[in-house]
């Protein structure tokens, strides 16, 4: 089967560095995205590595090692309105369905 | 543009009721999903539309969930009769051609509690 897993819970206070860790399971691979879910809110895309290393958008960087079936999301200089759900997510196989992680609950603290 | 719109954004009915969930997505979007996140867990898959055509309906949980998409435009789900683990948020997302991911856009979500 295909699963994700991720750490349930990340503090961190405003302006420092986060990394979140997510490491992955799966029959054929397409590539890893990262979403952010404020708490009533829509998944929101952020970031996606289809291949290894680092890609940076801003204050969000996210990367990927395939050989180790890892990636993580680095979150600099937070700001309080970055306290979110932050998931990762595969291709579910030959489909476009994605499967996403177990979600991690970011709380930046002031 | 006009972005994925979710109807109601809550609900909540009793045990045996019935809840009927919309979905009107990018115009333009071929690709329909429905997701759902229960009790702050993963977000899970539920199906797959492209057009008016069932693509993936494997994360279905069972037959009191019925989903359609009327001429390939909105979709609905319902649910009969709701049972409380059917409780959660209901999360619908369209995209234009095969995704990998980045251009998935999400509605805000029903969220519906069976009590």
């Known amino acids: 089967g295909q699963s994700l897993e991720q750490p349930s819970e990340v503090t961190a206070v405003e302006g420092a560095i986060v990394q979140i860790n997510c490491t992955y399971q799966t029959s054929g691979f397409y590539g890893l995205s990262w979403y952010q879910q404020h708490d009533g809110g829509a998944p929101t895309f952020l970031s996606y590595?289809?291949?290894?290393g680092l890609e940076e958008t801003g204050r969000f960087s996210s990367f990927l090692s395939r050989s180790d079936s890892y990636g993580y999301l680095l979150l600099q200089e937070l700001q309080m309105k970055d306290s979110a759900s932050y998931f990762c997510a595969v291709r579910g196989g030959a489909t476009n369905k994605l499967i996403f992680g177990t979600g991690t609950l970011l709380a930046v603290q002031p | 543009e006009a972005g994925v719109t979710q109807f109601p954004s809550h609900s909540v009915i009793e045990k045996g009721q019935t809840v009927t969930l919309r979905c009107d997505p990018i115009?333009?979007?071929?690709?329909l999903y429905w997701y759902r996140r229960v009790m702050g867990k993963e977000i899970k898959f539920l199906l797959h539309?492209?057009?008016?055509?069932?693509?993936?309906e494997s994360g279905m949980p069972n037959n009191r969930f019925l989903a359609e998409r009327t001429g390939g435009t909105y979709s609905t789900l319902k649910v009969q009769p709701a049972e409380l683990e059917d409780s959660g948020v209901y999360f619908c997302a369209s995209s234009q051609a095969n995704s990998m991911g980045r251009d998935y856009t999400f509605g805000s979500g029903t969220r519906l509690t069976v009590v």
């Open positions: 590595n289809a291949l290894d």
């Open positions: 115009s333009g979007h071929d690709n």
């Open positions: 539309f492209v057009k008016e055509s069932k693509q993936d």
